[in-house]
């Protein structure tokens, strides 16, 4: 083999060596994060929220959002933005009932609407305290 194949050689596996490392790199960077559990949920929750007292969370099947409620009947929804969970809270009447799970409206443009997937009314009824009535006023005229 001649100086001239040695060369060509150590390029084309530097070259691949690199296309390689690439590819991998856009496969590790298209993964979609995920909320992995409740308990991950309700911790972004109390540290975005000022006293907020998570007394239930639910992650959704997908983990691309959830909801955590806390004793005092407010409603918290979180989506992972990257490596952080952006966390908002919003009013009961924000929540929809929908086929796919529960829909959030968050009234932002930047976090948009957030599907809790596989959630249902009865996975969040579940969540709020047993005197929800009382403490959202919202609640009362329904």
Do not use: C, N, Y
């Not at 989506?79 to 932002?108: F, H, M, N, P, Y």
């Amino acid at each position: 083999m001649t100086d001239r194949g040695i060369i060509i050689g150590i390029v084309a596996a530097i070259a691949t060596a690199l296309a390689l490392a690439i590819v991998a790199w856009l496969l590790l960077r298209r993964r979609t994060a995920r909320i992995a559990s409740p308990e991950e949920a309700a911790e972004a929750a109390e540290q975005a929220l000022a006293g907020f007292d998570t007394q239930g969370a639910v992650v959704g099947a997908d983990g691309g959002g959830a909801l955590a409620v806390d004793r005092a009947g407010r409603v918290a929804v979180m989506k992972r933005d990257g490596k952080q969970i952006a966390v908002r809270e919003v009013a009961w009447v924000a929540l929809r009932s929908t086929a796919e799970g529960i829909l959030i409206d968050t009234g932002e443009r930047r976090l948009g609407e957030v599907l809790v997937a596989g959630v249902d009314a009865l996975d969040v009824r579940r969540l709020a305290p047993a005197d929800l009535r009382r403490l959202v006023p919202e609640l009362r005229r329904a």
